[in-house]
């Protein structure tokens, strides 16, 4: 079953504008990790973040998790048009499982 | 980077036949494959959870008469939808995770997926 949602569902900005999405969750985590699709596409593994750390960076993107409000954000700064998928987060709660959220389509307008 | 391979990425077939998908770990060993099915513009649904060399753990709701696992390797897992109707009709996602320990903490690896469109 899904554990997590995010906001907001669909996000449309313009090239070079910083991209935001958030991600709540509902059980104890032992890290979030953020997954980007392409149309019929599999996902791409972007970041983990682990329940012990704040705020994570790689590259463009920025992550941050607050566990007392069980949320996570994603931030994509000087969005490029070849960011436009589908971005997920997914709650890591132990040894297997990972559960998704609701996802959000990002599209960047060149 | 790791690299999961998912075969076939679209099928087409009659109601009534089953069909076979694989899941290869091409440059590393997987002890834990994960089956997902996603619905358009929808998230990704854990199936299955599947071991190398033990029975698949299924999630509530899942027949697992209807969807068989097979992990019979540390580089594939195959999902067979037996006697597949319409209503099966979806995006089936694989995906594999390392070993050892600390595991839990490590990202899952993706296959591009499978498009099945049962007529």
Known sequence: SQQGEEDP????????????????????????QWYRQNSGRGLVHLILIRSNEREKHSGRLRVTLDTSKKSSSLL?????????????????TGANNLFFGTGTRLTVIP | GAVVSQHPSWVICKSG??????????????????????????????????NEGSK?????GVEKDKFLINHASLTLSTLTVTS????????????????GTGSGNQPQHFGDGTRLSIL
């Open chain 2, 17 to 50: 036949t089953s069909v076979k998908i694989e899941c290869r770990s091409l440059d590393f060993q997987a002890t834990t494959m994960f089956w997902y099915r996603q619905f358009p513009k929808q998230s990704l649904m854990l199936m299955a959870t599947s």
């Open chain 1, 76 to 92: 994509i700064t000087a969005s490029r048009a070849a960011d436009t998928a589908s971005y997920f987060c997914a709650a890591g």
């Open chain 2, 56 to 60: 698949a753990t299924y999630e509530q």
């Open chain 2, 84 to 99: 597949a109707h319409p209503e099966d009709s979806s995006f089936y996602i694989c995906s594999a995770r390392g070993s």
């Open chain 1, 9 to 32: 569902q669909a996000l449309s900005i313009q090239e070079g504008e910083n991209a935001t999405m958030n991600c709540s969750y509902k059980t104890s985590i032992n890290n979030l």
